[in-house]
């Protein structure tokens, strides 16, 4: 995770299966944020958080706003049942995450919403 000119240490590109469905979001993309913290505190065990940060992205205007188009949301729906699809296919055990510093992480991102 990173950009495109840096990679980051968890870049998906480069460890992705040459078949295997991928899903990017851009920082351009008012829901981006919350779905990547949402995906953190669900992948952490946390699932209030999850649900808190839910609750604040269903009320930001800006997310709120919708795309134009249906191209779009039915090329996201239909990659999440390719990903099923692929991960039944694959039978990939879940990445494992340390608890402890997502819990520790996740305070940190709470006071900074606040």
């Known amino acids: 995770m990173g950009t495109k000119e840096r990679p980051g240490r968890y870049d998906c590109y480069q460890k992705a299966e040459p078949d295997e469905p991928l899903f990017t979001m851009l920082g351009r993309d008012a829901l981006a944020p919350y779905l990547a913290e949402i995906w953190a505190h ?11 940060v839910l ?7 800006d997310v709120l706003v919708s795309i134009t188009g249906s191209g779009k949301l039915m090329e996201a729906l239909t990659v999440a049942g390719e990903m099923r699809q692929y991960r039944r296919r694959s ?8 608890r402890r510093s997502v819990m520790a992480q996740a305070s940190i991102h709470k006071q900074e919403r606040n």
């Open 42 to 52: 669900v992948r952490g065990g946390e699932f209030q958080l999850a649900m808190d």
């Open 91 to 98: 039978q990939t055990p879940p990445p494992s995450c340390p």
């Open 55 to 61: 609750r604040l992205a269903v009320t930001d205007p």
